[in-house]
């Protein structure tokens, strides 16, 4: 059973710094990539980072320079550092995991509140 446990998130003011991490456990973490996905009120999840099991790295434009992913294997642990927090940052962030060389990311945690405030 793959569990993913988010934690880190909380209420920081804008131009402030927090950094997520997300636990997993139930396979073997250096096998598989890890994204981070966001979604705030009324809109729909998006995509935040992606790190694949080779080390490459996707950021969508909106975080590039401020965010970075990144994971220890030794500890089954992905990090999101979040820099320069901006109000639009706001959101429920969620950490997932896929089989690599798939589309479709199969394992999801319970997500951690982000709040930005102006």
């Known amino acids: 059973q793959v569990q993913l446990v988010e934690s880190g998130g909380g209420l920081v003011q804008a131009g402030g710094s927090l950094r997520l991490s997300c636990a997993a456990s139930?396979?073997?973490?250096?096998?598989?990539?890890m994204g981070w996905f966001r979604q705030a009120p009324g809109k729909e999840r998006e995509v935040v980072a992606i790190?694949?099991?080779?080390?490459?790295?996707y950021y969508t434009a909106s975080v590039k320079g401020r965010f970075t992913i990144s994971r220890d294997n030794a500890k089954n642990t992905v990090y999101l550092q979040m820099n320069s927090l901006k109000p639009e940052d706001t959101a429920v962030y969620y950490c997932?995991?896929?089989?690599?060389?798939?589309?479709?990311?199969?394992?999801w945690g319970q997500g951690t509140q982000v709040t930005v405030s102006s």
């Open positions: 997932a995991t896929r089989n690599s060389g798939y589309s479709q990311f199969d394992y």
């Open positions: 139930g396979r073997t973490f250096s096998r598989y990539d």
């Open positions: 790190n694949w099991d080779s080390g490459r790295t």
